[in-house]
T-cell receptor, first 111, second 118 residues
Framework: GNSVTQMEGPVTLSEEAFLTINCTYT??????LFWYVQYPGEGLQLLLK?????DKGSNKGFEATYRKETTSFHLEKGSVQVSDSAVYFC??????????FGQGTELSVKP | GAVVSQHPSRVICKSGTSVKIECRSL??????MFWYRQFPKQSLMLMAT?????????EQGVEKDKFLINHASLTLSTLTVTSAHPEDSSFYIC??????????????FGQGTRLTVV
């Protein structure tokens, strides 16, 4: 079945450091891929998405490229801020619209 | 993006009582709504999928009689936790997909409801 695997957290970085959160997936067909962010005590917000191979999603300085050959969708940001501290979820959408989530990666950015 | 409103955001109830959570799409018609549950420090697990006007489809292991889902209109779905117990305490989140949404596009999420059963 479809699945998503993320790197384990928590990830602790200093402000302005480079961020990579790895995400790989297993899926039949051609899923869409997403990154969601959850700030403390809140619901999920869509951060970025990519719907086909080689697409790059980007938002708020975050980027991720849909790599079909490596079945990956790694999240990157060149310079993180304290306000980026949150839990990040990688997800894929199957044909029926269900979202299958990775286990989440907690990011903590220190000043 | 489209707006999905979930209410209440927090609720505390006594063991044995029932709690209803509402999920509304405010500016689009949601033909499909999804209900997820999130345990502390864990990922989201899909509980059920509901399509407007039909019975919900539950994921394996989810008790249909305990988690009642109603999707009576294109803008409202409700989740009722019946005879709640402390182990039902969790963060429940809904999401909705629009009528004209292409396949494989994103669903929009409500802000979540934190249920605490005491």
């Amino acid at each position: 079945g479809n699945s998503v695997t993320q790197m384990e957290g928590p990830v602790t970085l200093s402000e302005e450091a480079f961020l990579t959160i790895n995400c790989t997936y297993t899926a039949t067909g051609y899923p869409s891929l997403f990154w969601y962010v959850q700030y403390p005590g809140e619901g999920l917000q869509l951060l970025l998405k990519a719907t086909k191979a080689d697409d790059k999603g980007s938002n708020k300085g975050f980027e991720a490229t849909y790599r079909k050959e490596t079945t990956s969708f790694h999240l990157e940001k060149g310079s993180v801020q304290v306000s980026d501290s949150a839990v990040y979820f990688c997800a894929l959408s199957d044909q029926g619209g269900k979202l299958i989530f990775g286990q989440g990666t907690e990011l903590s950015v220190k000043p | 993006g489209a707006v999905v409103s979930q209410h209440p955001s927090r609720v505390i109830c006594k063991s044995g009582t029932s709690v209803k959570i509402e999920c509304r799409s405010l500016d689009f018609q949601a033909t499909t709504m999804f209900w997820y549950r999130q345990f502390p420090k864990q990922s989201l697990m899909l509980m059920a999928t509901s399509n407007e006007g039909s019975k919900a489809t539950y994921e394996q292991g989810v008790e249909k009689d305990k988690f009642l889902i109603n999707h009576a209109s294109l803008t409202l779905s409700t989740l009722t936790v019946t005879s709640a117990h402390p182990e039902d305490s969790s963060f429940y989140i809904c999401s909705a997909r629009g009528q004209m949404a292409l396949r494989n596009t994103e669903a929009f999420f409500g802000q979540g409801t934190r249920l605490t059963v005491v």
